[in-house]
């Protein structure tokens, strides 16, 4: 009778909101993506901070390395103008020593100023990094925040329909509930129609005229010719 039919379409009506607020849950941000993006970025920052690392250290072997040829240069230079050395040829190889000591500091100062440089871009890189990371941390825990602000509502609202969904469909009977089921998953989760004029709502094609006469009487079980909803029509009291 008209009543079952007002039963199942308010099941139906239950059902269209059940949908809709798993189709949001399902669009919810939960930050996956910005969690991916943190990682990577945490990842360079790591592989920055290793190379930056890897340039201090080199500095300061530079360093001491100049800083021993530079004591052994004195040494002979003390050697070469203290007067303690007189043999032309001991001088001439201590000379020669200085130069090439000098050579090698100048060699590596140069290395030194280059590694020098290298060093301040990649704390520019850094500080860089480490400002990116803060924003996309932030940004990523007001994404969680909201996910799970929205995500407990939403979970909620489900929980409830689908509790009012087991009490309503309870009061179908299951050749018809099974019917609406049906139609339902093959028409986009719309199984039942109600119909206000002369045009079915969920394909907005003409009803048949005998199908109209026979909506009038509360038949139960009649469906539109055209997509095969069920068709339900309010009885006036």
Same mark, same amino acid.
């Given at each position: 009778?008209?009543?079952?039919?007002?039963?199942?379409?308010?099941?139906q009506q239950v059902?269209?909101?059940? +949908?809709?607020?798993?189709?949001?849950?399902?669009?919810?941000?939960?930050?996956? &993506?910005?969690?991916?993006?943190?990682?990577?970025?945490?990842?360079?920052?790591?592989?920055?901070?290793?190379?930056?690392?890897?340039?201090?250290?080199?500095?300061?072997?530079?360093?001491?390395?100049?800083?021993?040829?530079?004591?052994?240069?004195?040494?002979?230079?003390?050697?070469?103008?203290?007067?303690?050395?007189?043999?032309?040829?001991?001088?001439?190889?201590?000379?020669?020593?200085?130069?090439?000591?000098?050579? &090698? =500091?100048?060699?590596?100062?140069?290395r030194e100023l280059?590694?020098?440089?290298?060093?301040?871009?990649?704390?520019?890189?850094?500080?860089?990094?480490? &400002?990116?990371?803060? &924003?996309?941390?932030?940004?990523?825990?007001?994404?969680? +925040?909201?996910?799970?602000? %929205?995500?407990?509502?939403?979970?909620?609202? %489900?929980?409830?329909?689908?509790?009012?969904?087991?009490?309503?469909?309870?009061?179908?009977?299951?050749?018809?509930?099974?019917?609406?089921?049906?139609?339902?998953?093959?028409?986009?989760?719309?199984?039942?129609?109600?119909?206000?004029?002369?045009?079915?709502?969920?394909?907005?094609?003409?009803?048949?005229?005998?199908?109209?006469?026979?909506?009038?009487?509360?038949? =139960?079980?009649?469906?539109?010719?055209?997509?095969?909803?069920?068709?339900?029509?309010?009885?006036?009291?």
């Amino acid at each position: 009778m008209s009543e079952e039919l007002a039963v199942l379409y308010q099941l139906q009506q239950v059902d269209t909101e059940l +949908a809709r607020v798993k189709a949001e849950l399902a669009k919810l941000d939960s930050g996956l &993506e910005l969690k991916a993006e943190v990682a990577a970025a945490e990842n360079e920052y790591k592989t920055l901070l290793s190379q930056h690392h890897t340039s201090e250290v080199e500095g300061r072997a530079l360093e001491l390395e100049i800083t021993t040829l530079q004591e052994k240069k004195a040494k002979f230079e003390g050697q070469l103008y203290g007067g303690t050395v007189r043999n032309p040829r001991q001088l001439s190889d201590l000379q020669e020593e200085v130069e090439m000591l000098d050579r &090698e =500091v100048s060699k590596l100062e140069d290395r030194e100023l280059e590694l020098m440089e290298t060093i301040e871009g990649q704390r520019g890189q850094l500080t860089r990094w480490e &400002e990116e990371l803060t &924003e996309k941390k932030v940004r990523l825990a007001e994404v969680v +925040a909201a996910y799970k602000g %929205a995500s407990a509502r939403l979970s909620g609202e %489900a929980a409830e329909l689908e509790g009012k969904r087991k009490e309503v469909a309870g009061q179908v009977n299951a050749p018809l509930l099974k019917r609406y089921e049906q139609i339902r998953a093959r028409q986009a989760n719309l199984g039942i129609v109600r119909v206000t004029g002369e045009t079915c709502p969920g394909c907005r094609v003409a009803i048949a005229s005998e199908v109209l006469k026979e909506l009038r009487t509360g038949r =139960v079980g009649l469906t539109c010719d055209s997509c095969g909803r069920l068709l339900y029509k309010e009885q006036p009291v």
